[in-house]
């Protein structure tokens, strides 16, 4: 990773990260372990938990307390636990979040009903209990979102709908906790390599290819360029932005689902 994370930039804070054990969201915890912060990871398998936190100790300070962020109860016991251990929350990463391609007639109702739950109910019960453990005004909230918020995608109702509503989460709890200081933002991944959930939309050599070349950028995103927006994000150099829904994918939305669609070969 780039000099910018050993920068101290998030030097005795404190963040929160669900769904940390993996993917963007680890890449993200890195980072903030990195540049100073102490981090709570959270997740919902105890075993991937702890050797994601173990990694994360190699470069600082961090811990892992497994929850699920469907449930309110789980998510509010664990942010008391995190503000125990490590004092008031100045970060909130709201990244746990469910995927797998299907049309809609090939997915069952609670099929679209959990992966709504994870991500529309879970970004909110997470914000809605960091809330009151939050350092008050400096604290943020980052939600990540997806190109599927805006941009219609076979395959994709579940996550399209979910997406949608996470950012308007992220532009309604924007108004609502601005006059305390608190600022809301998305962050927007395009394709990242190496995650899950390009492994299953992207799963072939074949179909990587073809997006990569479709893309204005003409290469996938790393989790290091999402890590790097998001510290942006999370650092004071971000301090008058609110309520924004920040785009890192390489340009793949200015071409549409299309793009996507015609490399999935759909
Ligand atoms: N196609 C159709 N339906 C699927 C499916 C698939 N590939 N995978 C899961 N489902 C359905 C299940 O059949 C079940 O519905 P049913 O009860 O009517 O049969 C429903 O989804 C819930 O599945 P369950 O196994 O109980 O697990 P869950 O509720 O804990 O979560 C996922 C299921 C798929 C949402 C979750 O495991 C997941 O998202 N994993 C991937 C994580 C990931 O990729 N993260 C990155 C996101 S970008």
Redesign the pocket.
């Known amino acids: 990773m780039s000099d910018v994370f050993k920068s101290g930039l998030l030097q005795g804070k404190v963040a929160f990260i669900t769904g940390g054990s993996s993917?963007i969201n680890l890449g993200i915890a890195e980072a903030f372990v990195k540049a100073g912060a102490k981090v709570v990871i959270n997740g919902r398998n105890v075993e991937k938990l702890e050797g994601a936190v173990k990694g994360l100790q190699q470069h600082g300070t961090a811990m892992g307390l497994p929850a699920d962020v469907r449930s309110y109860e789980s998510v509010e016991k664990a942010m008391k636990a995190a503000r125990d251990a490590y004092g008031e929350l100045d970060i909130l990463v709201c990244g746990a979040?469910?995927?797998?391609p299907?049309p809609a007639l090939?997915?069952?109702?609670?099929?679209f009903k959990?992966?709504l739950e994870?991500d529309v109910l879970g970004t909110f019960n997470a914000c809605r209990a960091a809330f009151e453990h939050m350092r008050k005004p400096g604290a943020c909230v980052l939600n990540i979102s997806?190109p599927q918020a805006y941009l219609p995608m076979a395959m994709q109702a579940h996550v399209c709908a979910a997406k949608a509503g996470v950012d308007m989460i992220t532009r309604t709890l924007a108004i609502e906790w601005g006059g305390v200081g608190v600022r809301v933002n998305s962050i927007t991944p395009g394709p990242i390599e190496d995650?899950?959930?390009m492994n299953?939309l992207a799963p072939s050599d074949d179909t990587r290819k073809k997006l990569t070349q479709a893309l204005p950028l003409q290469r996938f995103g790393t989790k290091q360029d999402i890590a790097q927006l998001a510290l942006f994000l999370a650092s004071d150099a971000a301090s008058y932005i609110t309520g924004s829904i920040m785009v890192c994918d390489g340009g793949q939305s200015l071409l549409g689902s299309g793009l996507m669609l015609q490399a999935m070969g759909m």
Do not use: L, P, Q, W
């Open positions: 993917g979040a469910g995927n797998f299907a090939g997915m069952s109702s609670n099929g959990s992966v994870i997806a995650t899950e959930g299953r």
